[in-house]
């Protein structure tokens, strides 16, 4: 980042926070840390932001899909974004995960982390996690084993199954088990969970990494309803922990996880506030929700 542009963020982040409640940014997410320094490969959230995204636009074939976006989210903070179809919200994704390149704009993960400079695995090791909609488990290893893999060991699919979980990676595996609701699964073959189980256990692969941010799109399309409450209930219980973005068409689950709703259309922000702010809102209204 620019001098310039650290200053012009920090003086923007101190107006926006001396508008906001104390303890909260303008986003809604908990208020910044002050006097922190950064370690080399540690998220610098000094600044209260774990994502910043500043009049970032892409265009396909002409098509502005994104068109000067700008966006923030605190650390810990449970972002929902909405919007009709095309809005821009795989996109979106696809730039913070660095499978899009924009064509103008900034973005950076914590305040220093220009994700522009880095190719996709590198921004998944820098701690960004991305679950796609349709679940990719291994259908033919158990639930504990497609856990295991996802431990970031350096070694082969075979070295990685055989090789020893040190105390600290068992507690991790056992809790995360317990987190995503298949603690009685442990060495139930992948493919002969329900497909809302099957959701879950790739969140739970996800969080095997410890990523900061976690980009989840439509996480709860096809489940039961029973597996939408628990998705629910499973999201509350990461944010804090981790910061979560949430694109979903489902206004129901929406409705049990807002905090912040963003609205996307025409791949720039409509609106974003309270669910209740934006559901009130006549442009979104004619744009998404309907009348
Ligand atoms: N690689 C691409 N080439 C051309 N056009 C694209 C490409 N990716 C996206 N688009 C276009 O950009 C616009 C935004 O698409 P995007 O998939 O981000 O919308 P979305 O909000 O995720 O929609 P949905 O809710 O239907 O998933 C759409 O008009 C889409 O057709």
Not at 1 to 24: F, H, I, S, Y
């Amino acid at each position: 980042m620019t001098p310039e542009l650290m200053a012009e963020g920090a003086r923007r982040m101190a107006a926006r926070q001396a508008r906001a409640a104390p303890g909260q940014t303008a986003s809604g997410g908990r208020g910044a840390g002050f006097a922190h320094i950064a370690r080399p490969g540690q998220v610098d959230l000094s600044h209260g932001r774990i994502l910043y995204l500043e009049d970032v636009s892409v265009s396909f074939d002409g098509f502005k899909a994104i068109d000067h976006l700008s966006l923030d989210i605190a650390p810990g903070e449970l972002r929902c974004i909405i919007g009709p179809n095309g809005a821009g919200k795989t996109t979106l994704m696809d730039i913070i995960t660095g499978k899009t390149r924009p064509d103008s704009g900034t973005v950076y993960f914590g305040s220093t982390i220009d994700l522009l400079r880095h190719s996709e695995p590198e921004i998944a090791s820098l701690g960004i996690g991305r679950k796609f909609q349709k679940p990719t488990v291994f259908e033919q290893l158990s639930v504990f084993e497609n856990l295991k893999l996802a431990l970031k060991t350096h070694k082969g699919v075979k070295a990685s199954l055989f090789f020893r979980l040190d105390s600290g990676q068992s507690d991790r595996l056992a809790e995360i088990l317990h987190t995503i609701h298949l603690a009685d699964s442990v060495t139930r073959q992948a493919g002969k969970l329900s497909h809302g189980q099957k959701q879950w256990l790739e969140i739970g692969m996800l969080l095997m990494q410890d990523p900061r941010l976690l980009l989840l799109d439509e996480p709860v399309a096809g489940m039961t309803d029973e597996e939408t409450a628990r998705t629910a209930e499973l999201f509350l219980s990461l944010r804090g922990r981790h910061s979560l973005m949430v694109v979903e068409h489902d206004m129901g689950f929406i409705r049990s996880i807002a905090e912040i709703v963003t609205v996307l259309c025409d791949g720039a922000v409509l609106a974003q506030g309270r669910l209740d702010q934006v559901q009130a809102d006549e442009r979104v209204i004619e744009v998404y929700l309907g009348r």
